[in-house]
């Protein structure tokens, strides 16, 4: 099997200052990649960088579709763009950075169907309706705007509206944090279903290591923008072989 | 098939002075196909250590892990992953699942990795879990909220619902009362008859003359001090 992304030897620099250096990652159809470290070690750069928020300074980032394969730096910027609202999905920490507060909830839905050319009013009808329910909104709210939802709802809303279109990759930057214990367990249960039924394959940032080790399948640890460990998710969490992961793992409060 | 050459595990805690522990040094063992392994000895000298060996959650310095003629290689994680999937099963003495995740879908997890019929897949979760008498009233809970032994026989459900060639158990019947430690001691002996080969800590004399497993003392191939 070829992996759907893989990220070779990526720098992006702010000036001098290192955002992330000598990055790598491979991620297999259907695999969850989990990036963890403490804030500022480069992890949200990271995951810009690699998902077209962000343009990095050199590296590499291969993205298989199945009939090819696409060197994300080196195509064209419409191309770009097209795959951003197809094949790739970016969920924000604060769902109203991807979210259109003065649209309704169908209307966020479905601009991404409109944006690969679908008109049939009936057919996205239906399509949002399907997803409300996948991702438990009511039906009756389909017409509401999102200002007059609660946080865990406005968050389901945006993996609702990012995955209706079946894109193959998903980043997500922190999804559950800001949200209380009691939703960030539905939007984990959420996660972990979509994945399973829809063969989703996702870049997942977090400085949550109890969420990464209940969604992700390999881990990466960052510290001052380069990776110092990388590997098996619970492998690297049971058994830490860098003094820095070490210290990560023994820090959590045990519950 | 499990077998495990000439491994050297050791723990460094960096953080601790660096201190180092050697916990293996040349341990060899291995478990054929419709038999299984008891590993005896008191607690810290590394009987979970080869459980999480075998299973790649631990590292390990030299030797090599082979399963079903698979390596345990952590160069290619991929590879481990897979191996979870098809071969090794692992039943922990801990439940660790997404809070508010009802009973009957943990227990169906495993199973839906490689079945799709979700139907048939709920049916073989609702027979193992009526085996191991477990409440219909409870399937639709989540297992957070139940009784330890309630737990820990949900965490043998999900671990035994699907037939691994290979089989670690980390002491599945240490909060069981006696009848329910014979219906799951009773699980794992079909499993063995159906040819997996089996490695496990049991706390008590009782399960592993009821298994009737071959005793391995950890104490004489340990290193831990």
Redesign the interface.
Known sequence: MQPILSVHNLNKYYGNQVGCKNMNL?L?PG?VVGVVGESGSGKTTFINSISGNLIPDSGKILIETGNETIDFLEISESLKRLLIRTELAFVHQNPRDGLRLDVSAGGNISERLMSIGQRNYGNIRQTIFKWLDKVEIDKSRVDDFPRTFSGGMLQRLQIAKNLVTSPKIIFMDEPTGGLD??VQ??I??LL?KLV?ELNLSVVIVSHDLAVI??LA??IIVMKNGEAVES??C??VL??P???YT??LV?SVLQV | MIELNKITKK?????QGKTNILVFNNLNLKINPGEIVALTGPSGVGKSSIL?MIY????FQSGQIKVNDHDID?TY??N??ELRKNIIGYVSQFL?V????PTIEIVMEPL??INSDQDEVREKAEKILLKLNIDKNLWNLSPLTFSGGEQQRVNVARGLIRNYPCLLLDEPTASLDSVNKDIVLNLINEKKDSGSSIIGIFHDEYSRKYLNAREIDITKISDAK
Do not use: C, M
């Not at chain 2, 723990?11 to 953080?15: A, D, E």
């Open positions: 491979t297999y695999e214990v009691s367990a539905k984990l249960d972990r399973r080790r209940l399948d390999k590997g098996l619970d492998q049971d058994d072989q860098h003094s070490q210290l023994s | 723990f460094t805690l960096h953080n999480k790649g959650n631990y590292v952590h994680p991929r481990i992953i660790r997404i809070p508010r995740v839906l990795e």
